[in-house]
């Protein structure tokens, strides 16, 4: 069933107003809420001591209206009681600094007196509503993130490197400690990579950085265990931060998981332009349903204007329902909107919700409303179709990680290029899949791998049997440098994918920060012939690899830029240097073009089209996120869901912020 609703706080309003709280959730067509993930201190005012009754109330007054719940373990903020018992319950930021209480997600995912907490009051929850028959599911903590630097990490750091290396001489082989005279001869020796010892063995620090990524895995499975075990009717899932968060391997996160939920804010704070980019959210929907390849929720879609301190620029009229579309269009399973009611006080009496604080329907309720009467008509047919990529995008956390520790360039950053090259597709309205780079690549035509830094053996294989088997690859600048310990390895670059991309990287060239190179294209079926090249420029060497683009300035001018290489069926290409919006875009056509890929329908470029498959049934979304009214010529026949299932044909006129629905047939 498409589940469509909304996180709601009771604990923040008089029981008086539950009842119509409920009442007009359901007139929204609302069938399920997320409740108590920031109320330990309601259902555990003291230590040992537990109250449901009044979750019990909201709980059955919501049933009574046909909602069921989400109940969220509520420890990502714990109550002063927990928190005032010992110091080392804070967490330690790298600048040394212990947390101090105030605001949330501020615990040592190590500190076993949290472990212990945590399980108790999660485990009193599970058994409170195992059976419970409006309960439905689990969202464990909120959004976990943030490195621990504490010694009681350090010890656990400690203990998972001995695991990982089986013996000191091993690790300090994978570190080369040699340099600098940080050979260890004892465990207790290795620190944290704090910024007080300066900038670390980036061996070291990327271990640290996978383990504090594993530290919240495993506080995860801690509770996912006492789940699992008690309430083995319910999913779990947890509540993600799409592409942009940094300090967790996401696609490991999420093993443990029924499925992926996240979070996704247009307009906060902390983006106070008047236009907003949709191809980050695309990109961000598009790595949510990557980490296990199925679709997601979106735990928290935005209601209203997003701010803490400020107020974000408010959410303008058919945006709410155009975003929520959006997600929908890249696979999602369930709407959730965050939040119900704004709250009058507390850190977010500016994170807008459905309803204003004074909790009278308006126009953003309406818009809702509105978007929920289509859900009741569409949802069946939509939820569990799925969305097949002809593209696929490599993401590594590794390699993300290593860029956290040394970033390069000052001009570059792993997202943002990443981004970069992922734009150039979603604007030509093709399809892409976010995996990781050992997954299975054969349904897919073109994959890109934007900087993939650390490349195992076990990842060269995969991407040559790929590319053997027909498929086309490309890789971009600082690809293959590094080894899994963060070394860099002792082959030319791009180092064990040399062979497969045909070319030798001669020398590298970090640019100035304003300072530009240029490309010039030197093959005949290539669009444009001339770009500016940016912040980095390899200067490749071919080895069987045919030269599609040179160097203009300076001097390395006539030296190869990108390269082709047929290998097996297929094709690699070495793009040594990065640069404008338009680069990336004439390459991404070019690429898509030579490997056959068109879009489905041709559509101004404010549009954005989403297709997703219920068995052989093909469902397109039209989105316009521009504020005209647009023209898309229609090929093809097509019904359009939301209005009665018309029939569509000729010219379809798309009002300002306006979605279509159409389903081929
Ligand atoms: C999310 C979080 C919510 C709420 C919201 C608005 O990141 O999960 O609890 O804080 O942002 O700030």
């Avoid at 006492?226 to 799409?242: A, D």
Wanted: with cysteine.
């Amino acid at each position: 069933m498409f589940r469509f609703g909304v996180d709601y706080y009771p604990e923040h309003w008089s029981e008086a107003r539950w009842e119509e709280d409920a009442r007009l959730m359901a007139e929204a067509n609302f069938n399920v809420v997320r409740l108590a993930e920031f109320a330990w201190s309601k259902m555990e005012p003291e230590n040992g001591i537990f109250d449901f009754q009044w979750l019990d109330r909201a709980i059955d007054i919501l049933a009574l209206h046909d909602i069921k719940a989400i109940l969220g373990t509520p420890t990502a903020s714990p109550p002063p009681w927990l928190m005032s018992k010992q110091e080392d319950l804070f967490r330690v930021d790298q600048d040394g600094r212990r947390l101090t209480y105030g605001n949330r997600r501020e615990y040592c995912p190590n500190n076993s007196l949290y472990h212990d907490l945590s399980r108790r009051i999660v485990l009193k929850m599970a058994e409170h509503y195992h059976d419970h028959p409006a309960v439905i599911g689990w969202q464990i903590d909120n959004e976990f993130g943030d490195r621990c630097y504490c010694s009681i990490c350090r010890k656990a750091f400690q203990v998972w490197l001995c695991d990982r290396y089986g013996s000191l001489e091993e690790l300090n082989e994978q570190w080369g400690t040699a340099f600098w005279s940080h050979v260890y001869t004892d465990w207790s020796e290795i620190p944290t990579p704090l910024n007080t010892g300066g900038s670390p063995n980036p061996g070291l620090a990327l271990d640290f950085f996978r383990f504090a990524s594993d530290s919240y895995i495993n506080y995860q499975e801690m509770q996912i265990n006492v789940l699992r075990e008690m309430c083995p009717g319910h999913f779990i899932t947890h509540n993600l931060m799409g592409f942009h968060y940094k300090f967790l391997n996401y696609f490991e996160l999420a093993k443990d998981l029924d499925f992926v939920s996240w979070d996704i804010y247009w307009r906060t704070q902390w983006n106070m332009e008047a236009d907003v980019d949709p191809s980050w959210p695309a990109l961000g929907h598009d790595t949510m349903r990557g980490l296990k390849g199925k679709n997601f929720w979106v735990m928290e879609q935005q209601s209203g204007s997003g701010g803490w301190e400020l107020v974000s620029v408010s959410p303008r009229p058919g945006e709410l329902r155009l975003w929520a579309y959006q997600s929908i269009a890249h696979g999602a399973d369930a709407i959730i909107f965050f939040r119900w009611r704004t709250a009058r006080f507390g850190t977010e009496e500016y994170w807008h919700g459905v309803l204003d604080h004074h909790g009278e329907p308006g126009r953003r309720y309406e818009e809702i409303r509105r978007m929920g009467a289509e859900i009741n008509e569409i949802g069946q047919l939509i939820h569990g179709s799925q969305i097949q990529a002809p593209v696929a995008f490599l993401l590594s956390y590794d390699s993300r990680f290593a860029f956290q520790i040394q970033g390069n360039n000052p001009r570059f950053s792993y997202p943002e290029h990443f981004h970069d090259f992922y734009r150039a597709f979603y604007n030509q309205q093709v399809l892409v899949d976010i995996v990781t780079p050992i997954s299975d690549l054969s349904q897919y035509k073109l994959v890109v791998a934007p900087a993939l830094h650390i490349v195992t053996e076990e990842i060269a294989k995969n991407l040559e049997g790929f590319v053997r088997g027909g498929g086309v690859l490309v890789v971009t600048p600082r690809t293959g440098v590094k080894d899994e310990a963060n070394a860099v390895v002792d082959q030319p670059l791009p180092g064990l994918l040399a062979e497969l991309c045909g070319v030798k990287v001669e020398e590298y060239c970090s640019l100035p920060i304003d300072l530009d190179n240029g490309i010039q294209f030197s093959i005949n079926d290539f669009p444009s012939t001339s770009h500016p090249a940016e912040v980095w420029c390899d200067l490749l060497q071919p080895k069987g690899a045919k030269v599609i683009a040179r160097y203009t300035q300076d001097y390395f001018a006539g030296t190869p830029a990108i390269t082709l290489n047929d290998y097996g069926e297929g094709k690699a290409v070495y793009m040594g240097t990065m640069g404008k919006p338009t680069l990336f875009e004439t390459f991404a056509g070019w690429l898509l073009d030579k490997v056959g890929v068109k879009p489905t329908l041709l559509v101004p470029k404010e549009v954005e089209v989403g297709e997703r498959w219920q068995g052989d049934r093909r469902i397109i979304f039209l989105l316009n996120h521009s504020e005209a009214t647009q023209e898309i010529p229609i090929e093809g026949r097509y019904i359009d869901l939301l209005n009665e299932s018309t029939p569509v044909e000729g010219i379809l006129m798309i009002p300002p912020r306006g979605v279509f629905v159409l389903q081929e047939g």
